[in-house]
């Protein structure tokens, strides 16, 4: 069932970025790109398989099944990829701030509809 959520969660947000990617206004298309980013590290999370309360680390070096143990590769790459995620709609933000100072719309192609 948990599987099923997430891969609903993963879906909706793919989806709802790549609508959003698609609408005329750089607003629009700057949260377009934060939903697919986060869709995007949901799933590499999610790659490291789906365990509550298990240990991300191994302790010993004795004979161990590592599927009772979370894979930390993943969540690294995600905590990575948030820190590059926010740093880059920063850049995108100020870029559309800058844009729409300059032309006086914020629209992608830099025109009013009926123009």
């Avoid at 939903?35 to 590499?44: C, E, H, K, R």
């Avoid at 009772?68 to 701030?97: E, K, N």
């Amino acid at each position: 069932m948990m599987e099923l959520i997430f891969a609903l969660a993963v879906g909706v947000l793919t989806a709802s970025g790549v609508w959003l990617l698609l609408r005329p206004r750089t607003f629009q298309v700057i949260i377009g790109l934060s939903l697919l980013s986060y869709a995007v590290n949901l799933f590499i999370f999610g790659m490291g398989r789906l365990r509550v309360g298990a240990a991300p680390v191994l302790g010993n070096s004795e004979a161990i099944d590592p599927a009772l143990y979370a894979d930390p590769l993943p969540q690294a790459l995600v905590l990575t990829a948030i820190v590059i995620s926010f740093a880059t709609t920063a850049l995108f933000l100020v870029v559309l701030l800058a844009s729409r100072g300059l032309t006086g719309t914020d629209h992608v192609d830099g025109r009013e509809d009926g123009q």
